[in-house]
T-cell receptor, first 114, second 111 residues
């Protein structure tokens, strides 16, 4: 079973609030990812990191920002939440030692912005 | 392009066999993954193909043809708990292990 955690699992907030979604993994993986997924739709990569102090924007434009100060921790921040940010946010991690290097997913944070 | 196409929905009967197809149009192909995602939950890894052929893992098998840009996931002896979305995802070279996901196929297994 993958050791990747996300908090909170559910969040309902008002427009304009600053929020941080937490993601941590205990597998020592160097690569971490944030995806956004609307119900019944595909996962869209919004941020990824291939190591400490390295972050890149993903394929879907997002107003969120990320940081990677420690290997195990990859938080995502929205400075001013809007209703359009309502979605499920999934964090994932993977290793780099060859082979499948499958991504392991956290349980997700379901965000609702009123 | 990097389009990943798979059927939106499928239905099958408990105990039967179902095949879920996936086609992709991507340059620099470097592996194809299948994930299972139950409603409201995170995706879980099922299989990985990088070379042509069939990979078997218990009741699940996955096939890849790189020349045709085609893969399928085969589920045997279907159980009710197999009702879920099945996501096809492609990794491309030089992308730091980034994946492009299809929209998923929602499989409903009926008694």
């Amino acid at each position: 079973e993958a050791d990747i955690y996300q908090t909170p699992r559910y969040l309902v907030i008002g427009t304009g609030k600053k929020i941080t979604l937490e993601c941590s993994q205990t597998m020592g993986h160097d690569k971490m990812y944030w995806y956004q997924q609307d119900p019944g739709m595909e996962l869209h990569l919004i941020h990824y990191s291939y190591g400490v102090n390295s972050t890149e924007k993903g394929d879907l434009s997002s107003e969120s920002t990320v940081s990677r100060i420690r290997t195990e921790h990859f938080p995502l921040t929205l400075e001013s939440a809007r209703p359009s940010h309502t979605s499920q946010y999934l964090c994932a991690s993977s290793n780099h030692d060859g082979g499948a290097n499958e991504q392991f997913f956290g349980p997700g944070t379901r965000l609702t912005v009123l | 392009g990097q389009n990943i196409d798979q059927p939106t929905e499928m239905t099958a009967t408990e105990g039967a066999i179902v095949q879920i197809n996936c086609t992709y149009q991507t340059s620099g192909f470097n592996g194809l993954f299948w994930y299972q995602q139950h409603a409201g939950e995170a995706p879980t890894f099922l299989s990985y193909n990088v070379l042509d052929g069939l990979e078997e893992k218990g009741r699940f098998s996955s096939f890849l043809s790189r020349s045709k840009g085609y893969s399928y996931l085969l589920l045997k002896e279907l159980q009710m708990k197999d009702s879920a979305s099945y996501l096809c995802a492609v990794r491309f070279s030089g992308g730091y292990n980034k994946l492009i996901f299809g929209a998923g196929t929602r499989l409903a297994v009926h008694p």
